[in-house]
């Protein structure tokens, strides 16, 4: 199927008329591997440290007998990566299976990149939750991807300090802000947190978790709401607090961010599952005196939370062993062998519901080895991820807000403005790449 100027409309929450029957007809399209005969060879692209590693353990059992044998060619991760995959297929090129994360997958799709697997591996669907499934399926009964790893999001604390300074973890946002104005009353030289601007993840996640929808469809348009209410309210709450100085306005992963770690002069961090192997290097000194609790709620009583990253794998459009691959993928993500290696070797947080509690997750993290249920809690906190809804320029959107968000904090300035122009961007860019955008 050729690549157009007007690409075909995919959302997490819907696939309308405009490309719902032509995407289902190109990924089901048969592939050589439905008849093959013989040994077949796949390339897979992935920037997963350690991949190398997990895919003997397939070449070396299930791929020998199956005789498919999986190639693993490291990249960067990314856009460069979605880049590199679209230059690719473009020339015919890609390879057999692609590492793509969540908010990548409607770029790839709406160009052709990815296959509907739906066919291979719909008898996994059970293995994972419905929130994570359905970013692979953007709402079809089509499947572009095995879910991989999550990062399902949570707050961390400095458990000494806060008995120290009396602060009781808050479980809404409300008591987040009051909290953070209590510590700067008792210790004015500390902040709760940061707000940063440079990983445009987190507040992703955390308009997720306020139930925001940034890329939806109305009939075959797009509809941005990435200045939705949910977003809004995300960015005010935020932008107050930033401006009345009472949490730091300075970005993440810096030297200076890992010294106010280490020291304690910041003593929580809104982050993700993912976030002991960062604390590990930016606060070596604070070893075992974390915590680890579900995110605030915006209303008491509720019981959400957001995602900060995460990936899958996918069979490109290009693969002529469509089916090998997808059985590849299958097994990459659901084996206990594999994900077993897969924490092991990469330190990943698995999507599938049955590895999260067993394998590498019978013990809590090194660095929080005073918090035994830590992976208890986080299977189920990863439970309550509310649902996504990516579009084809997620990378925009990002870079915008890097800019504007950065620009805001830094100044202290209105939030408010600064998701508009995020917006802005987002819209300009859709229809410069041809689509149409609903006002």
């Not at 929450?13 to 008849?35: I, K, M, P, Q, Y």
């Not at 991989?148 to 008591?175: A, N």
């Not at 802000?177 to 009353?185: D, F, N, V």
């Not at 809590?364 to 986080?378: C, G, K, L």
């Amino acid at each position: 199927m050729p690549y157009t100027k007007r690409r075909r409309v995919v959302t997490s929450a819907v696939a309308v008329a405009l490309g719902a029957t032509t995407l289902a007809a190109c990924g089901s399209a048969e592939s050589d591997s439905d008849a093959r005969s013989g040994p077949v060879s796949l390339t897979y692209w992935t920037w997963t440290p350690g991949m190398d590693k997990v895919v003997d353990l397939w070449n070396k059992g299930p791929g020998k007998k199956e005789q498919i044998t999986v190639t693993v060619k490291k990249q960067a991760s990314g856009d460069t990566l979605v880049t590199k995959i679209l230059t690719a297929h473009k020339a015919g090129k890609a390879p057999d299976l692609v590492q793509a994360e969540y908010q990548a997958l409607p770029t790839l799709v709406s160009n052709d990149a990815l296959a509907d697997i739906s066919g291979e591996v719909g008898d996994v669907k059970g293995k994972f939750a419905d929130g994570v499934w359905q970013q692979t399926t953007l709402g079809t009964d089509a499947v572009y991807a095995v879910p991989q790893d999550i990062g399902p999001m949570m707050f961390y604390y400095r458990e000494d300090l806060f008995k120290e300074y009396g602060l009781t973890v808050p479980t809404t946002w409300d008591e987040f802000a009051e909290t953070a104005r209590a510590l700067k009353k008792k210790a004015p030289g500390k902040d709760l947190t940061t707000f940063s601007a440079n990983d445009s993840g987190l507040f992703a996640g955390l308009a997720q978790q306020a139930g925001a929808q940034w890329w939806t469809t109305s009939g075959d348009k797009w509809k941005v709401g990435i200045d939705d209410a949910a977003t809004r309210k995300v960015a005010e709450f935020w932008g107050g607090l930033v401006e009345e100085g009472a949490v730091d306005n300075q970005p993440m992963y810096t030297p200076a961010w890992n010294k106010a770690l280490n020291t304690g002069k910041q003593i929580a961090w809104v982050s993700a599952v993912w976030a002991p192997g960062t604390l590990t290097t930016a606060a070596p000194d604070t070893k075992g005196k974390w915590a680890m609790a579900p995110l605030p709620q915006w209303s008491k009583g509720e019981n959400s939370t957001g995602s900060w990253g995460g990936s899958s794998t996918a069979v490109t459009t290009d693969s002529g062993n469509r089916a090998a691959a997808a059985k590849f993928a299958a097994w990459l993500n659901t084996d206990h062998a594999a994900l077993n290696a897969l924490a092991k070797e990469s330190g990943i947080y698995p999507a599938s519901t049955s590895a999260q509690l067993s394998g590498a997750f019978t013990s809590p993290p090194a660095y929080f080895s005073n918090q035994p249920d830590f992976y208890t809690r986080a299977a189920e906190i990863a439970k309550t991820t509310a649902p996504s809804a990516w579009g084809p320029n997620v990378n925009v959107a990002y870079t915008s807000f890097k800019d504007a968000f950065g620009s805001a904090a830094k100044n202290k300035s209105d939030f408010g403005a600064a998701l508009r122009t995020m917006r802005e961007d987002t819209v300009a860019d859709l229809k410069k790449q041809g689509f149409e955008v609903a006002q």
